[in-house]
């Protein structure tokens, strides 16, 4: 089995490392917050001292940070300390630039693949994640994303962080638009049962579901973050809207994206 280095251990992170620890794997984790890594620790990982200590030996890496800063300050360290022949998964939600930007980084020998994904924790620690993939997939690659859900191959290296992010934005746009749709609904006297079950039978029925879900965890910081990647690739005069109603309350900025709910 592939030995695998898992970085970022947050509310994603964390399960779909334990996944990858179910499925064999000797895995070696990090996280900024080392006692985020307890319970996998209990479970049979090392727990690295610090990033580099982590992929030295590794011959996947998987990343899984909260943005594009996060993932420069990571490979700084990262970047040196990988062998010829490892291959760089990195998960998280970054945009295209961020990833291209990595990849002109990679020493000789070293690969990466961009696979963000789509889905919350739920559907992680369950191994159900739409992952949406670009660049190289060999065999080990495929293998270890395998255990974590789904592969879109969506071709060359960047187009999975891009494609992630029409995705996302779509995801967010929709639950704004619903939360709006029920506020006019309450607003005209009509029950909120009615409204969501109505708005449940047509084309927004997804977004419905991901607004009252109650197992998902998408944090409004999170949310912000990916609408302004989006923003600084093209205007979007209706996501910089849902951008400002993102971050009007920067005291809710840690709850789910159903807070927008009214």
Not at 111 to 123: E, F, I, K, Q, Y
Not at 134 to 143: C, E, I, M, N
């Amino acid at each position: 089995m592939d030995k695998i280095a898992f970085l970022g251990l947050g509310s994603m992170g964390a399960p779909m490392a334990h996944r990858l620890l179910a499925a064999g794997h000797p895995l070696t984790v990090w996280n900024r917050t080392r006692h985020k890594a307890a319970p996998l620790v209990a479970a049979g990982a090392h727990l690295a001292d610090g990033p580099a200590d982590a992929v030295r030996d590794a011959d996947v890496v998987i990343t899984m940070l909260a943005d594009p800063a996060a993932a420069h300050a990571v490979a700084e360290s990262v970047l040196p300390a990988l062998r010829p022949g490892a291959h760089w998964i990195d998960t998280s939600t970054v945009g295209p630039d961020t990833i291209r930007e990595l990849a002109a980084r990679l020493p000789e020998g070293v690969a990466l693949t961009d696979a963000p994904v789509m889905g919350s924790v739920d559907r992680a620690a369950a191994g159900e994640l739409w992952i949406l993939a670009g660049g190289p997939l060999p065999v080990p690659v495929r293998t270890v994303l395998g255990h974590l859900g789904d592969i879109t191959e969506c071709g060359a290296p960047g187009s999975g962080a891009a494609l992630k992010l029409v995705l996302i934005n779509a995801v967010i746009g929709g639950v704004a638009l619903v939360s709006e749709t029920l506020k006019l609904g309450r607003a005209l006297g009509l029950p909120a049962d009615l409204v969501r079950t109505e708005l449940s039978k047509g084309p927004l029925s997804g977004a419905v579901a991901r607004t009252f879900a109650e197992a998902s965890h998408f944090p409004l910081a999170l949310a912000a973050k990916d609408v302004s990647l989006a923003t600084a690739h093209t205007p979007l005069p209706l996501l910089e809207t849902v951008h400002e109603l993102l971050t009007a309350d920067p005291e809710s900025a840690a709850q789910d994206l159903s807070r927008l709910r009214p």
